[in-house]
């Protein structure tokens, strides 16, 4: 029996059947997860948590950053343990201690951050996880050969010599799933799969997920995308603040009524937009070049500009070069070619305390590289100003009475829920952390903004409150320059949409002529 | 977030241990019981040992004197340690730019300029400080532009310069006699003793008073600031304007001239001229007076005391008990690797 | 008279690259599979000592150097188990730790050499290691003697270099080794065991350490002083830098650093007109000069010198 074939036949007509109920089913639901709690340091991330999956199912699980969705679907894989509650597979009681565990009982996890050690080859990547039948030595050709089987039944190739840091995402993404079916997995758990995906690779892997429930397997997906629900899912599990708010069958609900069950309320998606003034550039990139760290060519002649009182907004799949091109801009990589010309100057290859002089302010991509977390509050908010008056005199010696002063100010303007100016950056919550981060870089006045990924990590009310803060700033006359994976979040904030592809701009599209269609065949590549 | 138990009087302990006392003390009352365990094993009663320890350090004015004569190179390379520690930049080499400091102090207090003490003394403290910090220039430049690991260079380093003092002593650097050493340094230029019949010498207090400065440095100076953040987040700092690279350099020339200022006290405090192995591994005994004393100038000279009487004592310790003296480099091994331990965690105020 | 000159210089030249470049191969192979695993182990340089001294006391009162041998793992087996426990289970800062060990350990053999012997003139000596000579090869001329008539530990050198190669490349152990060393979350989400693997990892260095403290003590200098490993254990880790954690590459780069050591004593015995002192800071300004050279900092392995914590 060829273990790639499962001998499982689905029921066709409980896919589109509108009745659920359990009672006159006689076979067990084929995962449920009861009373599961979970605790974290200041935060209950699961609060008796129920969860039912049927077999042949397409499950999706839904919530906001932070709902609790990947937490409990890692205590499914044995990541984390349950601090109460109990797991059945199948009807019988199981305890899940480790990863290993769940592949055991056939349950694969495709993360956010694809578990893969990029250093090595496709072929060892999953080979790492499998029990090695001919000690001691790696049956690389076996697993090759049985690789290369996976992947053509699935309607693809992957090379499984291949190291993985050269692959695509949309590949990456691939060896995960052969990985989980090597493993022989008969329920396979997604955690936003589609979040580092195109329009067009979205639809290609819900084809796949098709596949591979007519193959018997169960999918658990969980993400915050209402239409790919709607599209995709049986049966939506909402989550909200830690606690299961509902399970509903796709096809009696609508997004209106998921996004009420997601966030507890109306949703507004409005942010006034005023008409502002468009005056001098800002910052002008022209051909730009950009290496990344394999050497290889991130950014690819690059061309745009950001002038004061408009956002403009780099669109595009991770892994397009936006990272790169970000790193460029803040001075933290240097440039290949091409030129970067910030407020009539020319800061091509400038160290960042040289772009800071000019004007210029940073959100940036990771969190943690803005946050001084083991020093206090205030000396994070005067971390770009600490050499000059009025904080510094010319002895080099700090003044802290202006320091504090300072911070006090920022900490009230924003609103930085702290307990002091002299507590540390970890005691705060994600929100509030950016909300340094913000604070400390808006209210130097840059003329140009350079925000990285802003709301990235962030609940609805944090990620309204920095949005409106960039509305704010624009209308002030900043430039602000956003790069953001959250295609909504930078079309409904854009002036103007900068499309990136393969380190290319494929296309500078005006507000009103962006649409989502537009956009996705920009970041696929499909020139218009 | 914290609750309201927290804002109210927390325990004495409590305080204690979030300020970074509780725990270096408990090290090193452990790494002393580890020491009366070795001396159980060989035979030794462990309180007759320490008794002679306790007596040879802090028994007589003499004794004190002697471990503060002790805790003096320990303490300056112990705060050249804090320099370099708090913005990463692991310098092991503090053994060899206490030589490098020692050879640059011995050339200039040899120089027949004639000038009186007040002058010539300040004089050759500034050589030795040169002298500490162009050593560690290279390893320190090394890491910043190539980054190779200084942990290795700067040992590589140690023992370059304990050869260099071998090379001069044999050599140039001879003296009169028939012993490897330089001539013996004229009065005026040897570190005046403080307290009569003892060694207390000036340097000792020029070290407390540089344990001053560096606290002024690292902390209310805009250069601590940017010590102090690139040893915390480099990349944050790198975008929040600070160049590393030259924080980096100024950290590692501060830190090799805090141990070439060692340097300069033993060979004109002490020794009156240049000799081999004048250092009985002083910098890296500091790497522990640093660590024990939490990074902070404070607890580097509680620290460099408690040192400066076990080596001080460690002979005593050995003539009356028969405890070999190295015993001292187990409780300070000891006390590293407890330390290390809670290193990575804790935040370095 | 040149050539006879040459000869002379030339193989005592080899039979001291040998020599003293077995004992910082087989320590680097160690340092090497610690690394790989993603700690540095600066403690080597104390646990070679510790080696040296635990493998030459048990040859001492046994008068037989293989006991010793096996003494001397032993000590580096449990001192490296006390640097897994610091760095891995304490997640301890890797550098700090291994200092550390190399003091504690200064310490440590100072005293039990000293309860050991008492105080002494002489530096006491046996007899240590038989040479066992490769019946055809040793024959060669010029090299035969170097290389082919050594001791067993340095023929077992050699055949480690292939081996940890392939255990590194080629085996299931020596992937989960690697991948705890590239991305322990990774590892552990694959169901390795990150701790376990990180202990035995550093254990073996440790092991390694030990050994190459004992071979130099009972085959090398057969003698022992407490300042005999000056500088040795560190310039194995420089071998494991400079190799880019290849083991092929650990072959060639401990020879080359031996090839400064062994290159001083030959100049010193032949009365070579550079000062004795300034050929002392040979081996040591050639390890600076080598990794000015030739190390860079990346292609490490991407967890070197990280702690995993794992979220319960």
């Keep these: ?528 | 977030m914290e609750n309201e138990a927290n804002n109210r009087r927390r325990s004495i302990w409590a305080v204690l241990w979030d300020n970074d006392f509780l725990f270096p003390v408990v090290v090193v009352l452990a790494s002393f019981v580890l020491g009366a365990l070795l001396m159980l094993i060989s035979g030794v009663n462990p309180l007759i040992a320490y008794r002679a320890l306790f007596d040879a350090s802090f028994g007589s004015s003499n004794s004190i004197s002697e471990t503060m004569v002790k805790a003096c190179p320990l303490l300056l390379c112990g705060l050249g340690t804090i320099v370099a520690f708090r913005c990463k930049f692991w310098n092991i080499g503090a053994e060899g730019q206490i030589y490098a400091g020692g050879i640059m102090a011995a050339l200039v207090g040899a120089l027949p300029l004639h000038l009186p003490g007040l002058v010539h003394i300040p004089l050759m403290i500034l050589a030795g400080a040169v002298g500490g910090a162009l050593f560690a220039f290279i390893p320190t430049f090394l890491k910043v532009k190539l980054k190779i690991n200084e942990v290795i260079t700067t040992i590589m380093f140690n023992y370059i310069a304990i050869h260099l003092v071998g090379y001069l002593v044999h050599g140039p650097m001879k003296g009169k006699g028939f012993l490897p050493m330089s001539e013996k340094l004229p009065p005026e230029c040897c570190l005046p003793r403080l307290i009569p019949a003892t060694r207390f010498h000036l340097g000792i207090v020029i070290a407390l008073v540089t344990a001053g400065v560096v606290y002024f440095l690292i902390w209310k100076t805009v250069l601590g600031y940017r010590i102090r953040t690139v040893g915390e987040n480099l990349t944050a700092a790198r975008l929040g304007g600070i160049n590393p690279v030259s924080v980096v350099i100024w950290a590692g020339l501060i830190s090799g001239g805090l141990a070439g200022i060692a340097g300069m006290v033993e060979v004109g405090g002490i020794q009156t001229r240049l000799v081999e192995g004048f250092s009985p591994g002083y910098g890296y005994l500091a790497v522990a007076v640093g660590l024990v004393g939490q990074l902070k100038p404070l607890g580097v000279v509680l620290a460099a005391i408690l040192f400066g009487a076990l080596l001080s004592g460690s002979n005593a310790m050995q003539s009356a008990v028969g405890v070999p003296f190295t015993i001292i480099y187990v409780i300070e091994g000891f006390m590293i690797m407890a330390i290390s331990a809670r290193f990575m965690k804790r935040r370095l105020k | 008279m040149n050539e006879y000159f040459t000869m002379i210089f030339f193989t005592g030249f080899l039979s001291g690259l040998v020599r003293i470049g077995t004992p910082i191969l087989i320590v680097a192979l160690g340092e090497l599979i610690s690394q790989r695993s993603g700690v540095i182990n600066l403690g080597v340089e104390g646990i070679m000592l510790a080696g040296s001294f635990s493998g030459f006391y048990i040859c001492y009162l046994c008068n037989d150097p293989w006991l010793g041998v096996i003494a001397a793992i032993i000590t580096g087996g449990v001192l490296g188990f006390i640097m897994a426990l610091l760095s891995v289970r304490f997640r301890a800062n890797q550098i700090v730790a291994g200092i550390g060990i190399w003091i504690f350990c200064q310490g440590l053999v100072g005293f039990a050499f000293r309860r050991a012997f008492g105080i002494i003139t002489l530096p006491p000596t046996v007899v240590g290691m038989t040479d066992l000579p490769i019946p055809l090869l040793s024959r060669i001329p010029l090299i035969g003697e170097a290389f082919f008539s050594q001791s067993v530990l340095v023929y077992f050198s050699w055949v480690m270099v292939p081996v940890v190669y392939l255990f590194l490349k080629y085996t299931s152990w020596g992937l989960k080794l690697r991948s705890v060393g590239e991305d322990p979350a990774v590892a552990e989400a694959a169901g390795v065991n990150y701790m376990l693997v990180r202990h035995l990892a550093v254990i073996f260095g440790g092991a390694m350490a030990g050994l190459g403290g004992a071979f130099l003590a009972l085959n090398v200098l057969r003698f022992f002083t407490d300042d005999m490993i000056v500088g040795l254990g560190f310039m194995a880790v420089a071998v494991v830098f400079f190799s880019r954690w290849r083991p092929v590459w650990v072959l060639l780069g401990a020879f080359i650093f031996a090839a400064a050591s062994a290159l001083q004593f030959r100049l010193q015995a032949m009365n070579f007109p550079l000062n004795y002192h300034i050929l002392l800071m040979f081996p040591y300004i050639a390890t600076v000069l080598v990794l000015v050279l030739f190390v860079r900092g990346e292609e490490e392995p991407g967890a070197l010198g990280t702690a995993y914590e794992k979220e319960r």
């Excluded at chain 1, 060892?124 to 049956?139: A, G, I, T, Y």
């Excluded at chain 1, 303007?413 to 909300?435: A, F, M, T």
């Design chain 1, 1 to 528: 029996m060829d273990p790639d074939h499962h001998n499982l036949k689905p029921d066709p007509d409980l896919r589109d059947s509108p009745e659920v109920s359990y009672a006159g089913s006689t076979e067990p639901p084929q995962v449920l997860m009861r009373g599961i709690v979970k605790r974290f340091p200041g935060v209950l991330a699961n609060d008796q948590v129920d969860l039912e999956i049927k077999r042949g199912e397409i499950h999706a699980l839904l919530g906001e950053n932070g709902a609790g969705k990947s937490t409990l679907m890692n205590i499914l894989y044995g990541v984390y343990q349950p601090d109460a509650g109990e797991i059945f597979l199948n009807g019988e009681l199981v305890s899940i201690h480790t990863p290993k565990d769940a592949i055991e009982l056939k349950i694969g996890m495709i993360h956010q951050n694809f578990m893969q050690i990029t250093n090595f080859t496709v072929a060892e990547n999953v080979l790492l996880s499998m029990k090695n039948r001919h000690e001691p030595f790696l049956d690389i050709a076996g697993a090759t050969a049985r690789i290369n089987r996976i992947a053509e039944s699935l309607g693809f190739s992957i090379d499984p010599g291949a190291k993985v840091s050269l692959l695509s995402i949309g590949d990456r993404q691939r060896v995960e799933i052969i990985k989980a079916l090597y493993q022989q997995a008969e329920i396979l758990i997604l955690d936003e799969p589609t979040s580092v995906l195109t329009p067009q690779g979205t639809r290609d892997l819900f084809r796949l997920l098709d596949d591979l429930i007519r193959r018997g397997l169960s999918v658990v997906f969980i993400t915050h995308k209402l239409e790919e629900i709607m599209s995709v899912a049986d049966r939506v599990t909402v989550l909200r603040l830690g606690k299961k708010v509902a399970t509903l069958n796709r096809a009696e609900t609508d997004t209106r009524e998921l996004a009420r069950l997601m966030v507890g309320r109306e949703v507004l998606y409005d942010i006034k937009k005023e008409e502002t003034r468009l005056e001098g550039e800002v910052l002008r990139v022209e051909d730009l070049q950009v290496l990344n760290r394999k050497k290889l060519v991130a950014v690819d002649g690059v061309s745009f500009s950001v002038r004061r009182g408009e956002i403009v907004g780099i669109a595009g799949v991770i892994g397009n070069g936006q990272s790169e091109l970000n790193a460029a801009l803040c001075g933290l990589q240097p440039v290949r070619g091409g030129r970067v010309i910030m407020n009539g100057e020319d800061l091509t290859n400038a160290q960042p305390r040289e772009i800071l002089k000019w004007g210029v302010g940073f959100i940036p991509e990771d969190q943690n590289d803005g946050l001084l977390m083991n020093q206090e509050i205030w000396e994070n908010l005067i971390l770009n100003g600490h050499g000059q008056p009025p904080f510094a005199d010319r002895f080099g010696r700090i003044l802290f009475k202006n320091a504090f002063a300072y911070s006090r100010e920022l900490v009230e303007r924003y609103s930085i829920k702290v307990r002091s100016i002299h507590s540390l950056p970890r005691e705060l919550s994600g929100g509030h952390r950016q909300r340094l981060i913000l604070a400390r870089e808006l209210s130097r006045n840059p003329k140009l903004l350079v925000a990285a990924h802003p709301t990235r990590g962030l609940d609805v009310g944090a990620e309204e409150y920095i949005q409106q803060q960039l509305e704010l700033g624009k209308e002030q006359g900043m430039g602000i320059l956003l790069i953001s994976t959250k295609l909504e979040e930078t079309m409904r904030l854009s002036d103007r949409i900068v499309v990136m592809y393969k380190g290319r701009v494929m296309d500078i599209l005006d507000r009103d002529e962006a649409t989502v269609e537009k956009i996705g065949l920009l970041m696929a590549g499909v020139k218009q």
